[in-house]
C-alpha cells in the first residue's frame, strides 16, 4: 500500500511540474504579447488595456475559485483552468481585432506579469500547504517559486524564437508569433494530461464553521490583503510585458537581447529565493519581506536615470536579486496563519486583490509610455513599493503568525533538497 508520506511527493512533483511548464508558456508570452499586439497595430495604451484586462480577469475568476474551493475537487478545478487556458491561447492565435482579444484576455488565462497570477494559484498552495508539515512549508514554497522562475527564465529566451524563424524562412513575423499561442494552448493541454493523475481531494462539502479562524486572524488576513494590494499596484506598472515594451521603445532592444536581459533577471530571482529560506530563519519572514524589498525598489527608481543601457541592466540585475525573497516566505506565512480548511480561501484572499490591483496600474503605465521613453512608470512603481514596505513593517513588526508565537512566523525552514 502506497503510504502518505510517497502520495504527498507524488502531488508535489506533479504540482512543480506543472508549475514549470506553465512559467514556460508565460514566460515567453509576457514578452512576445506587447510585440503581437503592436504587430496587429494596437497603440501602447491598447496594449495596457488588454494587460489589465487580463489581470482583472484572472483575479475575479481566482477570486470565486478560492472561495468555492472547499465544495469541489481540486483536481476537477485544476483541469477545468487547464481547458481555459487551452482556449486562451487559441483565442490569441486566431483573432486579431482589438474588442475580441479584451475578452478573451479578460476570461481567459493569459499572464503578462511573468509571474503566476492565475487561477492555479490557491487551489496549488492549498495542495502544497497539505503536503508539506509546518516546519518544511517555507522550503516548500520556495522550491515552488524556485521552479516557476528559472523555467520562465528559459521561457523568456525562447521569446526570440518567432524572430529566429521569420528570418531563416523569410516569412511575416505575425504567423511566427500566432504559432507561440498555439504552443501556449498546447501547454494547456499537457498541463491537464498531468492534473488528471492528481489525487481527489477537498476539504469539505460545506463553508467550515467550527473551525474557522478567530475575527482576529481574519482580520490580519485582510490587512494583509490590502499591504498586498497596495504593492501588486505598484508592480502592475513594471510587468514583464510593459517594461519589455519600455526597453523596446528605450533602446530598440530586440526581442532576443530583451529574452536575454529576462532570462538573467529570472535566473537571479530564482537564486535569491534559495537565500530566502536560510534569512528567514535567521531574521524572521518579516526582516526578510521588508529589508529585501526596499532597497530593490530603490534600485527601480534609479533605473530611469540611467545614462546608458548597460547600467540600467546592471539595476535591473541588483534589483530582481533582491526583489523576490519576499514571494517564499510570503506565501509560508499566510498559508500559516489559517487552519487547512481554509488555506483556498486565505490564499485568494492575499493573491487575488493583488491581480486585481495590479490589474488597474497597467493602464496607467501605457499612458505613460505613451508620453515618452523617459520610464516614469519605473518610477511610480518604486515609489508605492516603498510606501508598502514601510507600512508592512510598522502594523506587522509586533504580530506573531496564529500557529507559532514566534518571532520568525513559522518554526524553522528544512534546507531545500
Known sequence: MTSTAGIDRAVTRRLLLVRGLRAFADGFVSLLLPIYLSALGMSPLRVGIIVTAALLGSGVLTLWVGMRAYCH???????LATVLMTATGIGFAFLSDFWPLLV?????????????????LPLEHAMLARAANDARRTAMFARYSLVGTL????????AGLPDMLAKAAQVP??????AMFVLYALTGVLSGWIYRSLPSQRTATAPPAADAPPSEVRGRVLLLAVLFSLDAFGGGFVVQSLLA?????????SVLAAGT?????????????LIAVKVADRFGLLNTMVFTHLPSSLL?????????????????????????????????????????AERPAAASMTSVPRSLAAAVSPVCAGYLLSLGS????????????????????VLFRDIPPWDEGSSTGLPPSEALE
Not at 478573451?104 to 492555479?120: E, I, K, Q, R, Y
Not at 513575423?173 to 500566432?178: G, I, M, S, T, V
Open 73 to 79: 475537487e481540486y483536481r476537477v478545478l485544476l483541469l
Open 151 to 158: 523555467v520562465a527564465a528559459v521561457g523568456s529566451l525562447f
Open 300 to 340: 527601480l527608481i534609479a533605473v530611469p536615470f540611467m545614462p546608458t543601457l548597460g547600467w540600467a541592466v546592471a539595476l535591473l540585475f541588483a534589483r530582481s536579486a533582491l526583489s523576490q525573497m519576499d514571494v517564499p516566505t510570503r506565501s509560508a506565512y499566510v498559508m500559516a496563519i489559517v487552519p487547512p
Open 173 to 178: 513575423l505575425k504567423p511566427a508569433l500566432q
Open 374 to 393: 523617459f520610464g516614469w512608470s519605473l518610477v511610480a512603481a518604486g515609489s508605492l513599493k516603498i510606501v508598502y514596505d514601510m507600512l508592512l513593517y
Open 104 to 120: 478573451v484576455a479578460f476570461v481567459g488565462t493569459l499572464n503578462p506579469s511573468g509571474g503566476d497570477v492565475s487561477v492555479f
Open 245 to 253: 515594451l519600455w526597453l523596446f521603445q528605450k533602446y530598440q532592444l
Open 261 to 273: 536581459i529576462f532570462f538573467w533577471t529570472g535566473v537571479l530571482s530564482a537564486l535569491s529565493y
